[in-house]
């Protein structure tokens, strides 16, 4: 797919990738209508290669290659231990391939290459993890009723699922979604992206070399208006799980509504952080600037919001300029880049035109100067919106950027009317050495998932999802397994010679 080659002008290594096409069936095909679209470089805005745009004529042909795997193939009856050995083999091929991995989705997403090459290995953890849960907790229950029965429950596939995932470390978040998939024995239909397609493809490439049966995986490039939304409206797609913007996922349900699927929804977040002044300052500090700034600000869980208690305010916001003063903005190819560009150019201008909006209803802006050799790509410097207040649209609405708003508040009833005072609830992170208040605060924040004197670190055991326009329904451990991509089914077993009623005795006069 790839081979390494100079992109001229920009000093760099880059890879050179060829044309992309869908994988339907276990081959690399062309799109029926054989369109195409551009994948552009967001580091250089050029294009990077053309990939095929499946519509809803390919979406058919996938669904019905998953069908058929499903049914007649021999995914749906093949056995744990058979199944564990290809989800095994997936992971060991991603070890193998993880510099290349890594570099392409820099490539394609503009994230720097040492955070890429962290997410590639978690994605390969993602396949074990599943593999383990599987053969060690996918059992169901069993239920003794005296002498007269035994009633047990098992845990079956689903069937065909329909998997859409972002552009923001899209290799890591598809493998999220496709190992538990695969794990339970369904069959996969991934539309990816059409910003950061480079990531589904290699996947494929991966589950292609794994020998999986034809049709268990399948990738249809696309757009979510067409592919998408055929991938939702088809009838023989059991379920889909979603993870983007809220707006679209509240379509999404509405449109998965007509063929009764199920849906599960990881949708936007506008996160805080509450910062006490009794905190660890420093490891606030610390966790305050990655959780933001990291993945370069596009990640659904990042503490856009710093609530910092009035008393440490002036010093914290200090640390804050001097901080982002110092993050290395540059090509993501290169190692010591920690912030590089945004995915496309309207994304960027959307992220600019919050920042205008934030000066015009009153916020102090900074931001970091911006190398003046980085003016070909996406980049928006790393920016604090001060003297914010959470009625402003910049403190309610998600800008998936590196911009961080900065509140005051002092007293801690404040701050949770403060951290609840927005539609989102994702994630929250709160810092105190106060165990009690912590745990306080912590439950009192309306979020899926809070964080105590941590950044965002991740626990494959454990939920993950939000409330409110965060979300519907959590994957993530046995979550995945028995709440998502399985139904229960109960099978009754009488073991003694219990009372039937007897009707029909008699003939009727």
Request: with cysteine; hydrophobic share 40%.
């Amino acid at each position: 797919m790839a081979n390494q080659v100079s992109d001229k002008g920009k000093g760099s290594i880059v890879p050179h990738v060829d044309d992309i096409k869908l994988y339907i069936n276990g081959d690399f095909v062309e799109s029926e209508s054989r369109g195409t679209f551009a994948n552009v470089n967001p580091y250089t805005n050029n294009v990077i290669n053309q990939v095929s745009e499946g519509r809803e004529e390919d979406i058919k042909k996938a669904v019905n290659a998953a069908r058929k795997a499903f049914t007649e193939g021999p995914w749906g009856k093949m056995k744990v231990s058979e199944r564990m050995k290809y989800i095994n083999r997936i992971a060991d091929i991603i070890d193998h391939e993880i510099e290349k991995i890594a570099v392409l989705e820099a490539l394609d997403t503009g994230l720097p290459i040492s955070q890429t090459k962290n997410m590639t290995a978690r994605a390969a953890e993602n396949f074990r993890f599943y593999a383990r849960m599987v053969e060690t907790r996918f059992h169901g229950e069993a239920y003794q009723v005296d002498d007269e029965f035994i009633n047990y429950t098992i845990y079956k596939p689903l069937g065909v699922v329909g998997l859409i995932t972002p552009w923001n470390a899209p290799f890591m978040l598809e493998t999220w979604k496709v190992a538990p998939a695969l794990a339970t024995g369904n069959t996969v239909v991934l539309k990816p992206a059409e910003l950061s397609p480079l990531s589904a493809n290699i996947l494929a490439e991966v589950i292609q070399k794994a020998g999986l049966p034809k049709g268990v995986f399948n990738v249809v490039h696309g757009y979510g208006e067409t592919a998408g939304a055929s991938l939702v409206a088809h009838p023989e797609v059991r379920a889909v799980s979603f993870t983007g913007e809220t707006a679209t996922g509240s379509i999404i349900i509405k449109n998965a509504a007509d063929t009764l699927k199920k849906t599960s929804m990881e949708l936007g977040g506008k996160s805080p952080l509450i910062l006490f002044d009794d905190a660890d300052f420093e490891r606030a500090l610390d966790a305050a600037v990655w959780g933001l700034f990291s993945f370069n600000g596009e990640r659904c869980t990042a503490n856009s919001r710093v609530l910092v208690h009035k008393d440490i305010k002036a010093r914290f916001i200090s640390a804050l300029k001097e901080r982002i003063s110092c993050i290395r903005m540059g090509d993501p190819m290169d190692p010591v880049t920690e912030l590089g560009p945004l995915i496309e150019r309207e994304h960027f201008n959307k992220v600019n035109n919050y920042i205008e909006l934030a000066r015009k209803e009153g916020c102090d802006v900074v931001q970091a100067p911006l190398p003046e050799n980085l003016s070909a790509g996406n980049f928006v410097p790393p920016t604090l919106l001060l003297e914010a207040r959470n009625d402003m649209k910049v403190c309610q609405e998600e800008i998936f950027g590196p911009v961080m708003a900065v509140m005051e508040f002092e007293t801690e009833d404040q701050a949770i009317a403060t951290a609840n005072d927005v539609k989102y609830g994702l994630a929250g992170y709160v810092w105190t050495n106060d165990v009690k208040r912590g745990h306080r605060v912590a439950q009192a924040v309306e979020a899926g998932m809070l964080w105590i004197n941590a950044q965002n670190v991740r626990d494959l055991r454990i939920p993950f999802g939000g409330t409110k326009s965060s979300g519907i329904g959590r994957e993530g451990g046995h979550y995945a397994l028995f709440e998502f991509y399985t139904e229960p089914k109960v099978i009754h077993v009488a073991i003694g010679d219990h009372h039937i009623p007897r009707f029909g005795l008699n003939k009727s006069q």
